[in-house]
């Protein structure tokens, strides 16, 4: 069993930034691709970014591509999301996944369905205000 537990999320006006936290326990995330997605009220959930659990290959939502950043600190068993110029229609619950799918060359895209992902974290709201 994995456990995933989000954390950074909050109020900020539009232009800011803001760094979530994925905390991970029961697998390294060193041996395990991971993705981030959100849910904005009335909507679907839909992909954020991915990473390889190498971490050499990411993948953003067209969305997002330039403003965020994913990253992993394999000692602290933890993955970012730093988010900057925020706007708000980034306004969403955020969830970390992570995926037990393990590829040769793994290419981040690979990533971009919930399908692909075993297990997921509580989300954590994300407010930017105008």
């Known amino acids: 069993q994995v456990l995933l537990v989000e954390s950074g999320g909050g109020l900020v006006q539009a232009g800011g930034s803001l760094r979530l936290s994925c905390a991970a326990s029961g697998r390294a995330v060193s041996s395990t691709a991971m993705g981030w997605f959100r849910r904005a009220p009335g909507k679907e959930r839909e992909f954020v970014g991915s990473?390889?659990?190498?971490?050499?290959?990411?993948d953003y939502a067209d969305s997002v591509k330039g403003r965020v950043t994913f990253s992993k600190d394999n000692a602290k068993n933890t993955v970012y999301l730093e988010m900057n110029s925020l706007k708000p229609e980034d306004t969403a619950v955020y969830y970390c996944?992570?995926?037990?799918?393990?590829?040769?060359?793994?290419?981040?895209?690979?990533?971009?369905?919930?399908?692909?992902?075993?297990?997921w974290g509580q989300g954590t709201q994300v407010t930017v205000s105008s």
């Open positions: 990473i390889c659990r190498s971490g050499d290959s990411t």
């Open positions: 996944a992570a995926s037990l799918s393990i590829y040769r060359a793994c290419v981040a895209s690979y990533f971009r369905w919930t399908n692909m992902y075993n297990f």
